[in-house]
């Protein structure tokens, strides 16, 4: 590892000769740090999906979901080495019957696996694999609003806090029609693990600017990150702000937090698009993405993928990873420090986690020709102003 950072520094230094240094700050290699490698298993995918960051104080784990061998995997960033699977069962009264859909990896006696479009089912395991707790709500709140299409994904993950479970939603109802999109749809919701109960907070709803209008489907697909267990932190794809909401005090408040490279001024559209029409749409367009809070370095950084040159004809999904991004940095006081831009098919726009020594970015994009499917190569970056 150091002897590849090694090569990259001296390379960095011989073409700095032909730039400013103003120019070179920003280049994305100038805060690389060092390179890891997870070495995979034949059982194990390099997507890693649904996948999370995890330190116990003396180490440092990225911990996986891995559905093909039913277990959740850590692997340990000091080595790269597998450092433990934690078999789960998919059968019987202590099994995952269902369809997963994300995790939280709270401590080793509190790990969850969560069932697809439903908190009921989910699981509570420890990291000896045994049964915990089945997620039963006795209230379940979520007949109101049909089942609950919780996200728990990198972006929107679930995580504990005390004995709640914190959670957010996507909508399950006919998102073009306009009337459905506004402030009443609670997008947040918390399970109490000691009372079996869901709890829904309608602080956090569509932001105003979103209501009564047509959007494309991948507009309306929020990024969520803790402060800490009652301020949350809201990034909208097409709002140049971010959206701190103070649940205990049941207060939102906006904080400008815009690129430089455009101003969100998007419009919705006036009739229900076709598949086509949004993945154009979207794919052609800046649009902001991931929010994440730095509790090592107290800063906050928030992606932008930018427009593909030709968008016709391309989807979504894959072609999100053919887009440029950057990162904005902004510090403890949501002043903007500066904006680093990531080359397009070499990242992964939707991993992207905090660990002790940086940010770390996944080399695992789908247009990479270099990828070796035996590991899974991860990146850290220091963004420090």
Same mark, same amino acid.
Request: glycine share 4%.
């Given at each position: ?13 011989? /073409?700095?000769? &032909? ?25 194990? *995918? ?49 099994? !995952?019957?269902? #369809?997963? =859909?994300?995790? &939280? ?7 969850? $696996? ?43 993950? &679930? ?6 479970? /914190? ?41 105003? #600017?979103?209501?009564?209008? $047509?959007?494309? #489907? ?8 803790? !402060? ?9 794809? !097409? ?19 815009? *690129? ?17 029409? %949004?993945?154009?749409? #979207? ?6 993405? =991931? ?23 391309? &989807? ?7 887009? %440029?991004?950057?990162? !904005? ?30 940010? $770390? ?9 270099? $990828? ?14």
């Amino acid at each position: 590892m150091a002897f590849c950072r090694n090569l990259i520094l001296l390379a960095l230094i011989l /073409h700095s000769c &032909t730039r400013p240094i103003e120019e070179l700050n920003d280049d994305y290699m100038f805060h690389f740090v060092e390179e890891i490698n997870l070495v995979l298993d034949d059982s194990t *995918s390099n997507e890693f999906i649904y996948s999370q960051y995890f330190s116990n104080g003396k180490e440092e784990f990225l911990v996986a979901l891995n559905p093909i061998t039913n277990s959740v995997d850590k692997y340990s960033l000091a080595d790269g080495n597998l450092a433990k699977r934690i078999k789960f069962l998919t059968e019987g009264p202590e099994g !995952i019957n269902s #369809v997963m =859909q994300g995790f &939280t990896y709270a401590s080793p006696d509190s790990i969850f $696996i969560y069932l697809k479009g439903s908190v009921r089912g989910s699981i509570m395991i420890n990291e000896n694999g045994e049964f915990v707790k089945r997620l039963s709500p006795v209230l379940d709140e979520s007949e109101h609003y049909g089942l609950v299409n919780h996200v728990s994904t990198v972006g929107n993950s &679930t995580k504990l806090f005390g004995d709640r479970l /914190h959670f957010m939603q996507f909508p399950l109802f006919d998102i073009h029609n306009p009337s459905n999109i506004n402030g009443k749809f609670p997008l947040s919701l918390e399970y109490s693990l000691s009372m079996d109960q869901i709890h829904y907070d309608s602080t956090i709803t569509y932001p105003e #600017v979103y209501w009564d209008k $047509i959007w494309p #489907v991948y507009d309306l697909v929020f990024s969520r990150d803790f !402060i800490s267990d009652s301020i949350y932190l809201i990034s909208w794809p !097409i709002l140049d702000s971010l959206i701190v909401v103070d649940k205990s005090n049941r207060q939102t408040k906006k904080i400008p937090a815009k *690129s430089s490279f455009f101003s969100a001024k998007q419009k919705p559209f006036n009739t229900p698009p076709n598949q086509a029409e %949004q993945n154009e749409l #979207v794919l052609g367009q800046f649009r902001y993405r =991931q929010i994440i809070f730095d509790p090592y370095r107290k800063l906050y950084y928030r992606m932008v993928t930018h427009p593909l040159e030709d968008p016709k004809n391309k &989807t979504f999904i894959p072609y999100i990873d053919e887009q %440029q991004f950057s990162i !904005i940095v902004f510090d403890k006081d949501f002043n903007f420090k500066k904006e680093v831009l990531f080359p397009s098919k070499s990242y992964s726009p939707f991993n992207f986690f905090v660990s002790e020594k940086g940010i $770390i970015l996944m080399k695992n994009n789908y247009f990479d020709e270099d $990828i070796n499917e035996d590991q899974l190569v991860l990146h850290v970056f220091n963004l420090e102003p």
